[in-house]
């Protein structure tokens, strides 16, 4: 075995334990992990491995280590008190209140207290989502139980504060019973549903499966080609594939087909329209069993992609014998990819049901089986399996009423006691029944059960016979508790009414990707309720009584001649030796009700296979592979194609690959952009890792996306990049005097109170009217496209844009779900802007790669560059927008009128709301003009008296070169402004109401204009102020200035008349 290196990717560890081999671990945490901070010691990702087992082993662990740690941390924070109500969520007294039998298998259901989860918004909360791991424990975590959510029904939960949950591995366990208050434990920072799949999957690989061992085990890579091209068989057509991109002047035909294998054409690059780079991809994925293909934003990736999933499918259909499985990272790119091969491939299926594309879900693989009628033996073998599962209900539902009933029935007492002893017992109640014996039966086994009833209580002395059993069980809460607890939340503050969830619904996309949940599943349920608490052991209830009861032999005593309190405690261990007999059975039948259910999956696995056969392509997410491990080692694909290949940690398209067939494999890597940042081992993809070991690989190298003004930006993280030379004759952009600019601001993001999600109402209200201006300028709506990294702010972008008629078809979107996508012209609001400097997404290069690489003709991005400069990548980026000329970043932005075409430069919402003029002015605010007008004229009450004189540029303007802030004002705030913007403003939405609305700076197009930006006031309107520009040694006033003068002269004359009458 390879040496181990004593790590691990816990922070707090106590202690390293020896970790066993990777089949005999457990995937659920120990205990010893959870309560000891104990961490298994786990090997290095090395590059390069000697044997399979350490390639697995290292993996696995690395994987569960991954989701683990943040479980382990969390729960100590927990126990000492410190944990975070964002990442960490804890539910206390959570009960047991039913089983579910349903098409997975046994469900508990659970209820937690309304008072704690009642001011959660469910439709935005990532709050026990399907999937989420949690820790149930009764005694202080001394001990532990883990499930997962299986559904959270919106309805149930906000009604009865009750979801489903499931345990990840065992169908029952008999310490998750009513009447017992557990605390519950979730961290919603991992999602343990994507990691179970996957672990499994690792989990059931043998050796011996393990692909392409040359490649990914040995120091020097093999470039050996696809097992299924031979020598005699290499001659491929590619008339098909390159028929689109043939020049239309070439003097030479590009060549239909050729050996492979051999040297190809020369004339290829003479006749076709493509980069270099691109046809040297092609050519490296058709003659490599492991192709790897890397490239910027821009330069062909999916186009490449596409280019050799048809030369594959041309060329090897005779020969191959199963689909080509296409592995996407997520949901978005899945589709983006499957549509471009379904125009030139009809027989396409997606797996998986979280598409958004309508024509995927035409071909989701539901919606097919739905379209064929199914045949007759499929029928007859799932009315088999569901009568015997509806027969396992019935025995299901008959032991749980017994378990739950506290009263002991006839039938119950005839089968603990003997023939002897029932006779016996009878024969006392008639004795003791004396005069009133008539009626009753001779025979004692003629005695119903209403009669019983009447003995029991003649001989407990009670009118309730329930309440004997009342001290083994202990107080209960019953519906006065649960009305107290309905109570105490009425109270509480809504302190989560504003929750959302960061823009992280791509990372859900990929580890959600299940099909039929949540509201889809409630069909064909059994529920069974359970009301009453379930028994202690006898053991259990033995150590808490006097030794009188304690010795108590009920079998050899006279029962009616035995004092009450013994007769009650004899009652009790009937009930104890009743309710034990049924529990013990409910194992079993949770065992047997799991195996039909994994009957009826292979039943429906085995049809939805015979379906798959007859595609060409199937196409699902990575944590889709994970799930359908055993649809995809029946199916046996020949090539798998990764695109993201570098987003996808090595475990997870390892599994896909492993299932391929072992004649013939081939597998592509597509690699999107840079990798995301890494900081612990198990984050290094297999994709990165074959690259670092000097794996044959090829980079594109010329993008067509982007024009020039725009690519450059990105040229410290790809240097080499060079663009096509048509990018550099894209149009002019409309309505704005510049290709790419940074349009800087000061205002602070909104308080987002117990949000995880960030939204900045400055920058919403300044995007929605220059949308307005874009469309008025020229552009169709589906032209433009707004992004932000912060689902909060992409809610409130569109829920201003969509207001206005002329805006609402312009599309609003985060930034992950844009990845692969572009249009002509880029919005972006970069949200953050705070008083920490954190930059959360902002600090992440992934995510600015993506955002920064979307436009094809213009980009403008808005926020606080005072945030940004101590990032390296961001840095660069502004100081390249500061070197162009003219200035691609300012404190104003450059807006070009449409029919006069003249320049305004504007830095609010109001400024942008003037130059569209009243029809188009209204674009979010929230302020009637009456109301903001007299709230801006007070907020500058007396500031006019304090300093007159800060109006022009002089000491007040912003020092861009120098990095330096600093701010005036025309209404008169002086050098403060900026201070003023960053401590005492009111944080919240930023009104953009037309109440003495700052005049667009009207100059016209100069080269020697001197552009400096200086610092804006607050766009509610106190004061408008547009900052006085000097030239040539003399200060320009702006109309805005003297609205501004003239306006704090009001105030000044209303303050004196004020004062007169008090």
């Given at each position: 075995r390879a040496p181990k290196v004593q790590r691990s990717a816990a922070q707090d560890y106590t202690e390293l334990m020896e970790a066993d081999y990777y089949q005999d671990m457990p995937i659920l945490p120990t205990s010893d992990e959870m309560l000891s901070q104990c961490a298994f010691e786990i090997q290095e990702n090395m590059r390069t491995y000697d044997k399979c087992e350490d390639y697995i082993q290292t993996h696995f662990m690395l994987l569960?280590?991954?989701?683990?740690?943040?479980?382990?941390?969390?729960?100590?924070?927990?126990?000492?008190?410190?944990?975070?109500?964002?990442?960490?969520?804890?539910?206390?007294?959570?009960?047991?209140?039913?089983?579910?039998?349903?098409?997975?298998?046994?469900?508990?259901?659970?209820?937690?207290?309304?008072?704690?989860?009642?001011?959660?918004?469910?439709?935005?909360?990532?709050?026990?989502?399907?999937?989420?791991?949690?820790?149930?424990?009764?005694?202080?975590?001394?001990?532990?139980?883990?499930?997962?959510?299986?559904?959270?029904?919106?309805?149930?939960?906000?009604?009865?504060?009750?979801?489903?949950?499931?345990?990840?591995f065992d169908p029952f366990d008999d310490r998750l019973s009513p009447g017992k208050t557990f605390c519950c434990i979730e961290n919603v920072t991992i999602y343990f549903e994507a990691y179970r799949h996957v672990l499994c999957a690792l989990q059931a690989m043998r050796p011996t499966d393990v692909p392409f061992q040359h490649t990914l085990l040995t120091p020097q890579p093999d470039p050996t080609p696809p097992s299924f091209l031979k020598a005699d068989n290499d001659m491929f057509h590619f008339q098909n594939v390159f028929e689109t991109c043939e020049k239309p002047d070439s003097k030479v035909q590009a060549p239909k087909s050729f050996k492979v294998l051999q040297e190809w054409p020369h004339e290829l690059m003479e006749s076709l329209d493509i980069d270099v780079s691109q046809l040297e991809a092609i050519k490296h994925a058709m003659t490599h069993n492991v192709a790897l293909i890397q490239g910027p934003p821009g330069t062909g990736k999916t186009w490449v992609g596409l280019k050799i999933v048809r030369a594959i499918l041309d060329n090897t259909r005779n020969f191959r014998h199963s689909p080509i499985l296409v592995v996407c990272y997520t949901n978005h790119a899945l589709d983006q990819f499957l549509e471009g091969i379904y125009k030139f491939?009809?027989?396409?299926?997606?797996?998986?049901?979280?598409?958004?594309?309508?024509?995927?879900?035409?071909?989701?693989?539901?919606?097919?089986?739905?379209?064929?009628?199914?045949?007759?033996?499929?029928?007859?073998?799932?009315?088999a399996l569901n009568e015997r599962r509806d027969t396992l209900r019935e025995q299901l539902a008959k032991v749980l009423a017994d378990v739950d009933r506290h009263t002991m029935e006839l039938i119950d007492v005839q089968t603990t006691m003997s023939e002897r002893q029932f006779e016996e017992f009878y024969a006392g109640y008639v004795d003791y029944m004396g005069k009133d014996k008539r009626g009753l039966p001779e025979d004692a086994w003629d005695v119903d059960d209403e009669l019983w009833e009447k003995m029991m209580k003649e001989w407990l002395d009670t009118r309730d016979i329930a309440k004997i059993a009342a001290p083994l069980v202990g107080k209960q809460a019953g519906p006065s508790d649960a009305k107290k607890d309905k109570d105490e939340g009425e109270d509480e503050d809504d302190a989560n009414d504003n929750e959302e969830e960061e823009a992280e619904s791509m990372r859900l996309d990929r580890q959600l990707d299940v099909e039929a949940q949540d509201g889809q599943r409630k069909t064909g349920d059994f529920i069974a309720e359970l009301k009453n608490a379930w028994l202690p052991f006898e053991e259990d209830h033995l150590e808490k009584l006097k030794p009188e009861l304690r010795s108590l032999s009920w079998r050899d005593e006279d029962l009616w001649r035995l004092p009450l309190a013994l007769r009650r405690e004899t009652y009790r261990r009937w009930l104890l030796e009743a309710h034990h007999a049924a529990r013990e059975l409910l194992p079993e039948l949770a065992r047997k009700l799991e195996r039909n259910a994994e009957?009826?999956?292979?039943?429906?696995?085995?049809?939805?296979?015979?379906?798959?056969?007859?595609?060409?392509?199937?196409?699902?997410?990575?944590?889709?592979?994970?799930?359908?491990?055993?649809?995809?080692?029946?199916?046996?694909?020949?090539?798998?194609?990764?695109?993201?290949?570098?987003?996808?940690?090595?475990?997870?398209?390892?599994?896909?690959?492993?299932?391929?067939h072992r004649r013939s494999s081939a597998a592509s890597a597509l690699h999107r952009g840079l990798p995301a940042v890494k900081v612990l081992?198990?984050?290094?993809?297999?994709?990165?890792?074959?690259?670092?070991?000097?794996?044959?690989?090829?980079?594109?190298?010329?993008?067509?996306?982007?024009?020039?003004?725009?690519?450059?930006?990105?040229?410290?993280?790809?240097?080499?990049?060079?663009?096509?030379?048509?990018?550099?004759?894209?149009?002019?952009?409309?309505?704005?005097?510049?290709?790419?600019?940074?349009?800087?601001?000061?205002?602070?993001?909104?308080?987002?109170?117990?949000?995880?999600?960030?939204?900045?109402?400055?920058?919403?209200?300044?995007?929605?009217?220059?949308?307005?201006?874009?469309?008025?300028?020229?552009?169709?709506?589906?032209?433009?496209?707004?992004?932000?990294?912060?689902?909060?702010?992409?809610?409130?972008?569109?829920?201003?844009?969509?207001?206005?008629?002329?805006?609402?078809?312009?599309?609003?979107?985060?930034?992950?779900?844009?990845?692969?996508?572009?249009?002509?012209?880029?919005?972006?609001?970069?949200?953050?802007?705070?008083?920490?400097?954190?930059?959360?997404?902002?600090a992440v290069e992934n995510r600015i790669n993506v955002a920064l690489t979307r436009a094809r003709h213009g980009m403008f991005i808005i926020g606080n560059t005072d945030m940004l400069m101590g990032n390296k990548l961001w840095s660069s980026i502004i100081h390249t927008l500061e070197c162009e000329t003219p200035r691609g970043i300012g404190h104003k932005m450059p807006l070009i009128e449409p029919e006069s075409g003249g320049i305004f430069e504007v830095k609010s919402a109001d400024d942008i709301s003037l130059l569209l003029g009243d029809e188009d002015a209204d674009v979010g605010g929230n302020s009637s003009p009456s109301q903001q007008k007299v709230a801006d004229r007070w907020a500058n009450l007396g500031k006019d008296e304090e300093k007159p004189e800060s109006r022009g540029k002089g000491r007040h303007q912003r020092d861009w070169d120098n990095g330096q802030s600093k701010g005036g004002n025309g209404a008169g705030n002086g050098s403060g402004n900026d201070k003023w913007r960053a401590e005492d403003k009111p944080r919240g939405k930023v009104s953009n109401s037309r109440a003495a609305p700052a005049a667009a700076s009207a100059v016209p197009p100069s080269n020697d204009e001197d552009s400096s930006p200086v610092a804006d006031a607050p766009s509610t309107g106190d004061g408008a102020g547009g900052e006085g520009k000097k030239k040539k040694g003399r200060a320009k006033q702006q109309p805005s200035d003297f609205l501004a003068e003239a306006q704090g002269h009001a105030v000044s004359l209303a303050c004196q008349a004020l004062c007169s009458l008090c």
């Open positions: 569960r280590e991954d989701y683990i740690e943040p479980l382990r941390a969390g729960i100590k924070l927990y126990m000492e008190g410190r944990h975070s109500p964002k990442d960490l969520h804890v539910y206390t007294n959570v009960k047991v209140v039913g089983l579910l039998s349903t098409h997975e298998g046994l469900v508990y259901r659970i209820q937690l207290q309304r008072s704690q989860i009642r001011s959660i918004n469910w439709e935005k909360s990532k709050q026990l989502m399907y999937g989420s791991l949690l820790c149930l424990s009764e005694d202080n975590f001394h001990t532990l139980i883990w499930a997962t959510v299986w559904r959270r029904d919106e309805g149930l939960i906000a009604s009865e504060g009750q979801l489903d949950v499931r345990l990840p491939c009809g027989r396409v299926a997606r797996i998986g049901s979280r598409s958004k594309s309508e024509e995927m879900q035409q071909r989701n693989l539901k919606q097919l089986m739905m379209e064929v009628q199914a045949s007759r033996e499929y029928l007859h073998a799932r009315r009957q009826r999956a292979a039943l429906e696995r085995d049809r939805k296979l015979a379906m798959l056969q007859e595609m060409e392509v199937v196409g699902m997410t990575t944590t889709a592979v994970s799930k359908y491990q055993q649809l995809l080692k029946e199916l046996r694909p020949e090539v798998v194609i990764v695109e993201e290949a570098a987003e996808v940690l090595e475990a997870t398209p390892a599994d896909p690959a492993h299932r391929a081992p198990p984050d290094v993809s297999l994709f990165e890792r074959l690259i670092k070991n000097g794996a044959a690989h090829v980079t594109l190298e010329q993008q067509r996306r982007m024009h020039p003004k725009i690519s450059m930006l990105m040229k410290p993280l790809y240097p080499a990049l060079r663009d096509h030379p048509s990018v550099s004759e894209y149009p002019e952009v409309k309505g704005i005097a510049s290709r790419c600019f940074f349009m800087h601001h000061g205002y602070f993001e909104d308080d987002e109170g117990e949000s995880h999600s960030k939204a900045n109402s400055f920058e919403a209200n300044f995007i929605a009217a220059l949308v307005a201006h874009l469309v008025k300028s020229g552009y169709d709506g589906d032209r433009i496209t707004v992004l932000s990294p912060y689902l909060g702010q992409v809610r409130l972008l569109k829920d201003m844009i969509r207001r206005n008629p002329l805006t609402e078809e312009v599309p609003v979107t985060a930034v992950d779900n844009f990845q692969g996508e572009e249009n002509d012209i880029i919005v972006i609001s970069l949200v953050r802007s705070n008083r920490t400097k954190t930059m959360g997404f902002l």
